[in-house]
């Protein structure tokens, strides 16, 4: 079986979309698929290139934006895009950009079996635009997406059954899986290590410095948190807030609400497991998240989540109990949470192992093996 992934931008590793695309496209190769990538050229000239590489196209206005988020729009080059499709049996789609409207466009003339996985929601893209969380371009981007890409499509991957719960209400046709993108995980089960709320707990939050992940709503949540002259908050992560974020943690060191200093960094995955067994608790803070595989992750080794709740939210899927979870975008109810998990050291030890165990059910070995068998429905049904 030959698939061919279709994205803009693969090779940002500070992004959920770009790991994500590698990591299953490594992980079927593995199991006896030959898949391949067409992607905008790799910006490193000395890392992996797509097999189907396309030119950048840097969109008017917008571009210092989506440069700020990692993002590069794919240039529409339809020789590229005939080769790359002549190539494939199924044609893997896992955005609804400008390159996707073309290369479902052609696919369906040529006569082949496409797929898709929902990756982002609207509000994904248009918050990093500056749009605010509610307005009238969501649900046109919406019908856009649905009409031109998706509705096109005989099957979708949905990472999490929030996801195929939106999908199904918004009225897409194709077949709904809820596959998880999965994790990496150690041939034997982890032993949370017992982590004490002193002398200083360590908080982690993971993920991109943008508006839709909403860590500030994490450090508003040190006004309200009985704590936090103890609390150590540590951001992983790079973006366009990075710089008004640390703003704001240097204001709450200076009015005495953080005794200690937040640390900021990008970190690698090895850093970041190691992150995750020493820290007391993981924060989530995303207003709209398909998945959140950095909070899977975490938990893989132990940690403790405290995760943002809502409608566009998939992430908390993952939380096992009420205190794991709290309204997004409140920060005194976060930091009510946070401060239960620290006045509550014997449960918070007990969860970490719960969490590490639960983690064990999105082994990506299990969601390759889904995918491979969504694809060969998907080729039966269109009797290729």
């Given at each position: 079986m030959k698939v061919l992934f279709v994205c803009n931008n693969a090779y940002n590793p500070g992004n959920g979309l770009s790991v994500s695309i590698h990591n299953t496209i490594r992980e079927l190769r593995e199991h006896g698929v030959d898949a391949r990538l067409m992607a905008v050229r790799n910006p490193d000239p000395g890392g992996d290139q797509p097999d189907f590489p396309l030119g950048h196209f840097k969109f008017p206005v917008f571009e210092p934006i989506i440069y700020a988020n990692g993002f590069a729009y794919a240039k529409i080059e339809r020789e590229v895009i005939r080769e790359a499709l002549a190539w494939a049996d199924v044609v893997h789609i896992q955005e609804a950009m400008p390159l996707e409207n073309v290369v479902v466009a052609m696919a369906r003339k040529m006569g082949k079996t496409l797929t898709a996985t929902f990756h982002l929601y609207p509000q994904n893209v248009l918050a990093n635009l500056?749009?605010?969380k509610r307005n009238f371009v969501n649900p046109f981007l919406l019908d856009n997406w649905r009409g031109l890409v998706f509705n096109h499509c005989s099957d979708i991957?949905?990472?999490?059954?929030?996801?195929r719960n939106y999908l199904a209400n918004k009225r897409f046709k194709a077949r709904l899986h809820v596959i998880s993108n999965g994790i990496d995980l150690p041939s034997e089960p982890v032993r949370a290590a017992a982590v004490e709320p002193a002398p200083a707990?360590?908080?982690?939050?993971?993920g991109r410095m943008a508006s839709e992940k909403s860590q500030d709503t994490l450090l508003q949540a040190m006004r309200y948190s009985r704590h936090a002259g103890r609390?150590?908050?540590i951001f992983a992560g790079r973006g366009p807030k990075a710089r008004k974020y640390e703003k704001m943690a240097r204001r709450l060191e200076a009015a005495g609400v953080l005794k200690i200093p937040a640390t900021f960094g990008f970190n690698t995955h090895?850093?970041?497991a190691a992150l995750a067994r020493t820290s007391y608790?993981?924060?989530?803070?995303?207003?709209?998240?398909v998945e959140g595989l950095s909070c899977l992750e975490a938990t893989r080794e132990g940690l403790v989540p405290v995760i943002a709740e809502g409608d566009l939210i998939g992430t908390s899927v993952f939380s096992l109990c009420p205190e794991s979870r709290y309204p997004a975008g409140d920060s005194r109810a976060l930091a009510e949470r946070i401060d239960w998990w620290i006045e509550h050291p014997q449960e918070r030890n007990r969860m970490a192992q719960r969490y590490?165990?639960?983690?064990?059910?999105?082994d990506i070995d299990?969601?390759?093996?889904?995918?491979?068998a969504m694809f060969r429905q998907a080729l039966d049904a269109s009797g290729r």
């Open positions: 500056g749009f605010p991957q949905c990472p999490t059954e929030v996801v707990v360590d908080i982690l939050c993971v609390i150590h908050l090895e850093e970041l608790l993981y924060v989530h803070c995303a207003w709209v998240e590490a165990d639960a983690a064990r059910k999105y299990r969601s390759i093996e889904a995918l491979i």
